[in-house]
């Protein structure tokens, strides 16, 4: 008996694909490029560059991931649900390479916002970046330079 109610459970737990994780990863980005409360179209690019540098995908799939971001965004009230989904897949080298998105659309107006940056610093805390990672992410997406990993 306890066996089938367990079972039963397990059919709608939801599972976690790659779709999720890209939302999940599109919504931190957002959250970052909205946290200084002004929208620039240098960091729409840098945050459309970053997602197809992490999933490798196309233009109209970024749009719609984008489209899904800001509504899951909308409807959140913390990062957790984000950075869970990311923590259960994500490996420690491709955490570095969010974390280096994320800086690259906080430096992309060429102004860094305090904002901006204790969003990109609780993000990290919750996906359990390292600190001297959290750095060296920073010091690349500032000067430009790919992600050290």
């Not at 709608?12 to 694909?17: A, C, F, L």
């Given at each position: 008996?306890i066996?089938?109610l367990?079972s039963l459970?397990?059919e709608?737990?939801?599972?976690?694909?790659e779709h999720?994780?890209?939302l999940?990863?599109?919504a931190?980005?957002a959250e970052?490029?909205?946290a200084?409360?002004t929208l620039?179209?240098?960091?729409?690019?840098?945050l459309r560059?970053?997602?197809?540098d992490?999933f490798?995908i196309?233009?109209a799939?970024?749009?719609?991931?984008?489209?899904?971001?800001a509504?899951?965004v909308?409807k959140?009230n913390?990062?957790?649900q984000?950075?869970?989904?990311?923590n259960d897949?994500?490996?420690g080298?491709e955490?570095?390479r969010?974390?280096?998105?994320l800086?690259?659309?906080?430096?992309?107006?060429?102004?860094?916002?305090?904002?901006e940056?204790h969003?990109i610093r609780?993000?990290?805390?919750l996906?359990?970046v390292p600190?001297?990672d959290?750095i060296?992410?920073r010091?690349?997406?500032?000067?430009?330079?790919p992600?050290?990993?």
């Open positions: 008996m066996d089938r367990l459970f397990k709608h737990e939801p599972e976690k694909d999720d994780i890209s999940a990863c599109a931190l980005l970052v490029m909205h200084d409360h620039e179209k240098e960091e729409v690019a840098a560059q970053a997602l197809q992490l490798r196309t233009s799939e970024t749009d719609a991931l984008l489209a899904q971001a509504d899951q909308q959140s913390d990062l957790f984000f950075t869970k989904v990311i897949t994500f490996s080298a955490k570095i969010l974390v280096h998105g800086w690259s659309v906080a430096y992309s107006d060429s102004e860094l916002d305090k904002y940056e969003m609780k993000v990290a805390d996906l359990y600190h001297s959290f060296r992410a010091n690349a997406a500032r000067d430009g330079e992600p050290h990993v």
